[in-house]
């Protein structure tokens, strides 16, 4: 089994109780290894990827 499966959860606080309109995101990614067995995509380099592609879009 392979696929990527995002789960979102919407907050309207911070912790300190004040208005603070943020999400999270927890992300399952498995995808097919070379030798054909099943493995997780290691979230740190995804993460750096996504940081990355994130930056370049950004305007300031």
Not at 23 to 45: F, I, N, Q, T, Y
Request: aromatic share 6%; no cysteine.
């Amino acid at each position: 089994m392979q696929g990527l499966v995002a789960a979102r959860f919407r907050h309207y606080e911070a912790r300190s109780g004040m208005p603070l309109l943020h999400d999270h995101l927890l992300l399952s990614a498995k995808a097919l290894r070379p030798d054909g067995k099943g493995g997780l995509v290691h979230s740190e380099v995804l993460f750096e990827h996504a940081v990355a592609a994130s930056l370049s879009t950004t305007s300031w």
